[in-house]
C-alpha cells in the first residue's frame, strides 16, 4: 500500500465509525485520524471498516469470516483471528468470550477506544484526546442528548429528604445488577497524570466500577480486577467521602459505573465549557440551600465539582444552571443547610444501553436526515 492509499482507509474508517451511536467527526488539523493511526495498523483499519458496532450482540468469528469471504478479503480464519486479538488488545475494538467463543464489535471512541487506553494509554494518545475534545467531539457531545453518563446522588446510607428512584440509587443499582463486577483505574486521571496534572479531588485512581458484559471483558483483558457486590459498596462510600460525583451509563440497568471529578473526567470537562451543564447533564435533581440555616462557611463551595454553588453575601447560593444535583454538598455541610430537590420533569433512563445506543443512533440519523435536507434547499436557492 502507498501512503495515499493508506490516507484514504483511515478516513474511511472515520467515516464508518462516524455512523455509529456516537459520532466521531471531522476536524481541519486531522487529529481523529492520528488518534487512528496510534490504534489501527493500515491493515487493521481495513478490517475494522468492515466491522458492525453493536453494544451487546456481538458478531462471532465464524460469521466476520463469512461476511468478509463474501467481501473479497482473503484471510483465513486464523489470520482473521489474530487481527481481531490484536485489535482488541489495543482496546481499538471489544472482544468477550461467550459459551467458550470468542465475538467481537467495532467500538465508539468514547465511551469506547479511550477508555479501553486503561493502564497502557499514552503521553501521545492522551495529548491527541483532549485536543479532539476540544476541536470536535465536545460539540458533538452537545448535540447527542441525553449523554451517555447521568449524574445520581451520592449518600449510601443517607436518608435523602425527597425519594430517589431506583434508577438513581447507587446502592439499588449495585444489589439489583448482574455480576461479574470488576473495578479498574479511571482512564481519564491517568490521562491526566501522564500530561503532567494530577488530580485534586482524591490521589486515588481505582475508583471505576464495570458490571456485567463491561465487566466480563476488563477481566477477561487484564485491564481491571474482579470483585463481589460488597466490594463494590465499599469502593463507592469511599469515592463519595472523596466527593468524587457517581454518574453510571445512562440506563436503568447500567454496565460501568464512573465516580468523577471536576479537573479530570472528560465529560465534567465538556459540560463545563457550556453556559448551562445543568441542561446537557443527565439528572434528576438540584441542591437547595436553607438561607436561615446556612452559615456561610464555604465547605460547600471547595466541594463542588461544577463550581454551582458561590458566595452570596454571608451565606452561600446555588447555581441552578450548573448544578448536577450529585448531592456531594449535602454530605458535608455541617450545619444541615442543604437538601437535595426533584426536579419537575423526572427524566427516565433507557433500560439498558443498548436501548440507549438504539436510541441515539435514531436520534442522530434523523439530525442528519434534517441537515441534509437543508442544505439541498440552500444549493437548490442559490441556483435559482
Known amino acids: 500500500m502507498n501512503e495515499n492509499s493508506d490516507e484514504d482507509i483511515y478516513r474511511d474508517l472515520q467515516q464508518h465509525i462516524d455512523t455509529f451511536p456516537v459520532g466521531f467527526p471531522t476536524t481541519k488539523s486531522g487529529v481523529e485520524i492520528r488518534l487512528l493511526k496510534r490504534l489501527f495498523t493500515p491493515e487493521e483499519a481495513k478490517i475494522a471498516c468492515n466491522l458492525n458496532f453493536s453494544y451487546e450482540n456481538f458478531d462471532s468469528l465464524p460469521n466476520i469470516y463469512e461476511r468478509f469471504k463474501s467481501l473479497g478479503f482473503r484471510y483465513t480464519t ?77 449518600g449510601i446510607g443517607i436518608d435523602h429528604e425527597i425519594n430517589i428512584a431506583n434508577f438513581d440509587d447507587i446502592e439499588k443499582i449495585i444489589e439489583e445488577a448482574d455480576g461479574p463486577f470488576a473495578v479498574q483505574n479511571c482512564i481519564c486521571r491517568q490521562s491526566m497524570q501522564i500530561v503532567g496534572k494530577n488530580c485534586v479531588v482524591t490521589n486515588r485512581s481505582e475508583t471505576c466500577i464495570g458490571l456485567g458484559i463491561v465487566a466480563q471483558m476488563y477481566i477477561e483483558m487484564g485491564w481491571a480486577r474482579e470483585i463481589n457486590k460488597k466490594q463494590a459498596i465499599n469502593i463507592f462510600k469511599q469515592n463519595e467521602r472523596d466527593g ?6 445512562n440506563a436503568k440497568k447500567p454496565d460501568f459505573i464512573c465516580s468523577c471529578c471536576g479537573c479530570c473526567c472528560e465529560e465534567l470537562l465538556g459540560i463545563k465549557t457550556f453556559p448551562n451543564p445543568a441542561a446537557i447533564a443527565s439528572t434528576n435533581h438540584y441542591a437547595e440551600i436553607d438561607p436561615n440555616l446556612c452559615t456561610g462557611c464555604g465547605t460547600c463551595i471547595d466541594r463542588c465539582q461544577l463550581k454551582a454553588i458561590y458566595p452570596d453575601e454571608e451565606i452561600s447560593s446555588v447555581n441552578l444552571k450548573k448544578c448536577v444535583g450529585c448531592g456531594n454538598c449535602v454530605m458535608i455541610c455541617p450545619s444541615n443547610a442543604i437538601i437535595l430537590r426533584n426536579k419537575k420533569q423526572v427524566t427516565i433512563p433507557a433500560t439498558n444501553m443498548t436501548e440507549y445506543y438504539n436510541k441515539n443512533l435514531e436520534q442522530r440519523t434523523k439530525r442528519k436526515e434534517r441537515q441534509l435536507k437543508k442544505k439541498i434547499r440552500a444549493e437548490k436557492k442559490n441556483i435559482l
Do not use: W
Request: proline fraction near 4%; include cysteine; charge should be negative.
Open 244 to 249: 468524587l460525583i457517581i454518574q453510571p451509563g
Open 78 to 154: 486464523d489470520e482473521l483471528e489474530t487481527h481481531l486479538d490484536n485489535m482488541a488488545k489495543k482496546g481499538a475494538i471489544k472482544c468477550i468470550i461467550s459459551n467458550n467463543e470468542k465475538i467481537y464489535s467495532a467500538a465508539v471512541f468514547i465511551l469506547g477506544m479511550f477508555e479501553y487506553q486503561v493502564n497502557k494509554i499514552t503521553k501521545e494518545f492522551a495529548e491527541d484526546t483532549k485536543q479532539y475534545l476540544q476541536e470536535a467531539l465536545i460539540t458533538e457531545m452537545g448535540k447527542n442528548l441525553p449523554l451517555q453518563l447521568r449524574t445520581i446522588p451520592v
